[in-house]
């Protein structure tokens, strides 16, 4: 049976022909892993740094001289949930591939020795950590880099959401990590996060241990040009076709979000016939059918925000963008409480990452929330 792909991908890996663009952030991140560089990527969440990491790591040139490692720390609270998703990727990775690995993991991590499983079958030890095994984080995390140090490849690990440290309730954490960092010498990191001001901060202020410590990127939108030809090539490689116009309104209604863009797409490909022609309309319908399948997702989030809160979002949805959030006039023009409850709303919906900051103009986060808002609130 053969099975046809549709070639606009939303998860998983992403074959080198379905991989838009992205040719000029492919040659620096390659560039810089080959030149043992560490590196901070950002972008607004969904814009594609996930697989675009992923596709440099499964390039030739990466995956047969390197262990990669991709840990995604957004949900962890504290530095023994960090330390717990790290040990967990890193066994998995790489101790896990041979008994010897195996057992120089277990016998490098002396302060979980007693907490290991064990296979009888296999008659091998098993990683079967619980949170609550980690007693000592600041030894632990001492020895999963020396762990990373004795690996029989060169690690490159991706920690993703990285700003999630600044959040957790103990002390010196950057410092702590950026001195074990700092020392390893088979080890490169890639540090990603969608909190463009909060990582720019870690890295850029000359305060903070992470300062000057890593190669910065900022991975915008696909240019619309490049989009279109990519996605006219493979409607036409299907015998099918598709309106410039009606990428145009896919990519300017998400604001070029990638992951969006890329599911209107490929329910478009889905729906369209061979010998036919995607339009205006279909795209439309196909809108207005991911909004309402977010919908649920959408009521959810709203529901955690505070009724101040929601006041200072309503009134920046209907700006569009806003600088002067803490004005008289934007405060007396949407009839908000002051402007400093404005500010401390702001400061918890940038948090919650519902709100971006760039250059100072505030703006929603999510094109999808954006839109939702237009549907179900009229100021």
């Known amino acids: 049976m053969t099975i046809n792909i549709n070639p606009f991908i939303v998860s998983g890996t992403i074959p080198k022909p379905y991989f838009c663009d992205r040719v000029k952030e492919t040659e620096v991140l390659n560039i810089a892993i080959q030149n043992q560089m560490n590196v901070v990527i950002t972008s607004p969440r969904r814009m594609g740094k996930t697989a675009l990491v992923d596709f440099v790591f499964h390039q030739e040139s990466i995956e047969d001289h390197y262990f990669t490692i991709n840990v995604d720390i957004l949900h962890t609270t504290c530095f023994k949930e960090f330390i717990y998703t790290l040990g967990t990727a890193i066994y998995d990775k ?15 991590l002396r302060s979980l020795s007693a907490s290991f499983g064990y ?4 008659n091998t030890p098993t990683f079967d950590i619980k949170l609550g095994d980690i007693t000592l984080p600041e030894y632990t995390i001492k020895e999963i880099f020396e762990f990373i140090d004795q690996a029989s490849k060169r690690c490159l690990i991706v920690i993703d959401e990285f700003q999630q440290i600044t959040k957790y309730p103990e002390k010196n954490i950057e410092a702590i990590l950026r001195s074990y960092i700092q020392k390893t010498s088979n080890a490169n990191f890639v540090f990603a996060g969608s909190q463009r001001t909060i990582l720019e901060e870690m890295f850029l202020s000359s305060r903070r241990p992470f300062f000057q410590s890593a190669k910065l990127m900022q991975l915008e939108a696909i240019e619309l040009p490049i989009y279109t030809s990519f ?6 490689d299907a015998n099918k076709d598709i309106f410039p116009e009606a990428i145009e309104k896919a990519y300017t209604t998400f604001h070029g979000v990638t992951l969006y863009v890329q599911r209107i797409l490929k329910d478009a490909y889905a729906l369209t016939p061979q010998g036919e022609t995607c339009d ?5 319908q196909l809108i207005n059918d991911f909004v309402a399948e977010n919908d649920y997702r959408i009521r959810e989030l709203l529901a955690y925000i505070s009724e101040p809160q929601k006041e200072v979002l309503y009134a ?16 007396k023009k949407h009839r908000l409480k002051s ?11 940038l948090e919650d990452d519902v709100l971006t900051r760039n250059e100072k103009i505030y703006s929603i986060a999510d094109p999808l929330l954006s839109i939702w808002l237009d549907k179900h609130v009229k100021l």
């Open 94 to 108: 790489i101790a896990s591939k041979s008994d010897k690995m195996r057992r120089l993991f277990i016998s490098t």
């Open 119 to 122: 296979d009888p079958v296999q």
């Open 231 to 236: 996605a006219i090539g493979h409607f036409k």
């Open 280 to 284: 205006m309309s279909l795209i439309d």
């Open 316 to 331: 920046i949805h209907d700006e569009g963008e806003v600088k002067s959030i803490s004005s008289a006039a934007f405060t």
């Open 339 to 349: 402007p400093s409850a404005t500010q401390s709303a702001v400061q918890k919906l």
